[in-house]
């Protein structure tokens, strides 16, 4: 089972929509026969509502569960209420990123598309308060938070058993100066030491690639569970997007390896940023 509180509460949404699709009944139905508002059912179903014991036995003995499922129903549950370390950065982490955190941090692969800079989960950290800076108007506490939080991310890469990261990365993203060309230098520098990391690959799309599909900015989440299927991830200034319709995350899946296949190998990847490396050093 995915292991953040923000992946068992979303399989727990998953699996009682689930129970719900199978007995072949709307959520105001559902709701009905439990003396309940449809829009509860719908809460519960999207992870949105805060589920009580109360609620899953209810809805196990309507569904008519084993007594196995009733337990993981209630495992998850527990689960799902208890705090991730990101909850204690406050504001660092807005309610519209913490989702993609907690699933970050349950996730067993992640595959990124970056256009623009360089991925978060391979920034320096004055690289990405550089960013911070250019975001908002924060003050330089908030800034050193919001640079924690990123950092603190990062370790998950040399947990014993990380998730798995293949980034392609446009090639604009090694030339885009942010802060100063030693910035840049460092950055880039700290780029090559992931990239050797068994579960780290970097592939640069160079500017002559050719045309491809455009996408703009995204992450593909995967999990070590099947119960719990792939999310797409697309961020945007004050809020995100998550898809997780299997077409929506077959097109983006798609797409990915259609930019992985354009872009450089791994290895030539790795040259074309230690020359980038090179005339920043200049």
């Not at 030339?175 to 520098?189: D, F, K, P, W, Y």
């Not at 780029?191 to 900015?217: C, H, R, W």
């Not at 997780?244 to 450089?264: G, I, S």
Request: aromatic share 8%.
């Amino acid at each position: 089972m995915a292991g953040s509180p923000t992946a068992r509460r979303r399989r727990l949404a998953i699996e009682l929509k689930k129970l719900r699709e199978e007995s072949g009944l709307t959520c105001s139905q559902v709701g009905k026969e439990l003396d309940w508002s449809g829009s509860k059912v719908n809460r519960l179903e999207t992870g949105q509502g805060r589920v009580q014991p109360s609620d899953i036995d209810a809805l196990c003995r309507f569904y008519e569960t084993s007594d196995e499922m009733r337990d993981l129903l209630k495992s998850l549950a527990k689960d799902s209420k208890t705090k991730g370390w990101w909850h204690a950065h406050g504001s660092a982490v807005p309610a519209w990123f913490s989702v993609y955190v907690g699933l970050e941090q349950a996730a067993s692969d992640l595959r990124t598309y970056q256009n623009e800079f360089i991925p978060g989960l391979l920034q320096t950290a004055d690289y990405a308060a550089e960013l911070s800076r250019a975001s908002s108007d924060h003050s330089a506490e908030e800034i050193q938070r919001l640079v924690d939080v990123r950092l603190r991310r990062q370790e998950l890469l040399a947990e014993p058993a990380p998730p798995d990261l293949w980034a392609v990365i446009h090639q604009s993203a090694l030339l885009h100066i942010i802060g100063s060309r030693q910035v840049m230098a460092v950055q880039l520098e700290r780029m090559l030491e992931m990239a050797k990391l068994s579960n780290v690959t970097v592939q640069i799309l160079p500017f002559d690639a050719g045309a491809y599909p455009v996408t703009g900015t995204y992450t593909i989440l995967g999990f070590p569970e099947q119960e719990d299927p792939d999310v797409v991830y697309r961020e945007g200034l004050t809020d995100s997007v998550y898809l997780e319709q299997p077409t929506d995350v077959h097109l983006y899946t798609k797409a990915f390896d259609h930019l992985r296949a354009m872009a450089l190998s791994p290895q030539r990847s790795a040259t074309l940023i230690r020359k980038t490396l090179e005339e920043h050093s200049r």
